[in-house]
Each structure stands twice: as C-alpha cells, then as structure tokens.
C-alpha cells in the first residue's frame, strides 16, 4: 500500500531515469563500439600508462649505471626449443658470449649491454611499437617481451647463487619497472592527467551523483511505501 504517493512517484521517477541511462551506458555509443563502462577502464588505463612512463624511461636511464659490470651464469632451460629460442635472443646483445649444449645456456656479457638491449625493446613496446620487436626478432613483441622476463628472472638466480646480490636485486628490480609495464601495457595509448582534466573530473562526479541518485530512488520509494527503519525501544524491567 502506497502511503506517501508523491514520495513514491519520486522514486519510481529517479530510479527510471537511473536505468535509462544505465542502458545508454551499456550501448556501444562510446566510440570504436565501447559501451561507457569499457570507454572508462580505457580511459583510465591510459592515464594509468601516462602517470608511469616516467618511472619506466627514469628506470631506463639508470640501467646504464651497470655499463662494464661483466657477468657470467649458467642457464637451464626447461628443453631445447626454449634454449634456442633464448639464445637467438641473448645473441642480440653486443658482445654477448652464448654456448648452447642441450637444453643448457653457457653466457658471458656485459650486464649494462644486455639490460640497453631490453630496454631498446621495451620502450618500443611502451611505445607501441611492436612492429619493431617482431622485426628484430621474428616473433610476436609480447612473446619477445615474455621471453627477456624469463631470461632475465633465470639470471637474477643464477646471480643469487654466485653472492652477486646488488646485480640479482637490480634485475627483479628492472623486471618490476620495465618489462612488465612494456608487456602489460602494450597497444594502450599514453595519456596524461593535465591534458585530460576536463573528462575526468566529469568521470568522477559523474559516478558520485550517479550512485548517490539511485540511493534516492530506493530511499524515496521505500518512504512512500511506508518502510522505514527504527531503532527498537530499550525494554525496562519489571
């Protein structure tokens, strides 16, 4: 039974209004068939990309500090295929001395030569521009960018092994700060904050009354159809 009737039409009205555009939110109207939902998360990955582009080149730049810093593992790879495949990539850093025997790698390099290498990688992948990878190393860029993380993680153990800890940490470092936002952030275009105000200052307004609007609506319903809530009265004893 309907007790306030204004109240209740009010609600009815704000929660009608509320799906209505939440259907247009759902519909592809949003540019490239995005509904409004996946529009954001591509919005906000963007900026995400612009706000670490700075600690990825940073990261880069500091690598160099490892120029003539001489290393040398040995390397076990799960079979042969994945031995051949590392050291066509390991072959790429200048300098670099590779021995394959089996599913085993024997390497000497430079670590500052090999961390240039990956790097020049990365910031083509940050870049978005995979064609260049897949260019040098005839394979998918992500595949490329997996394989130096791989490489790279087996080397850090390898140095943990041999007591070179500042080199070992370096590397999981790098790995943290280059290669996996390269990878993981391949093909997402770079936007920034400063150049996007407007638009994300509505984002989030926008989802503040949105959802303050439908807990109106159910308020405003409730309260015209007589459902409230109060606290109990405390009971007195006899």
Known sequence: MIRDSKAFWIGILMLLSFCGIYVYMMSPSFGNGRNGLEFADDMFNSISKGSAQAVVFGEIKKAEKWNGTAIEVNLKCKDEAQAGRWSAALQKVDGAEIKVDKEKIALKTDLGKLLANISEDCKAMYENKGDVVQAKYNTDPRDATNRWYSITKAIAKELEK?????????????????????????????????????????????????????????????????????????????
């Open 162 to 238: 041999k007591q070179q800890f500042k080199e070992s940490i370096y590397l999981q470092t790098f790995q943290k700060k280059v290669i996996e936002p390269a990878y993981n952030y391949y093909g997402v275009e770079t936007k920034f904050v400063k150049d996007n105000k407007g638009v994300m200052t509505f984002m989030l307004v926008f989802y503040l009354v949105y959802t303050i609007w439908y807990g109106f609506a159910i308020y405003y319903i409730c309260v015209g159809l007589g459902i409230t809530m109060t606290k109990a009265a405390k009971k007195s004893e006899a």
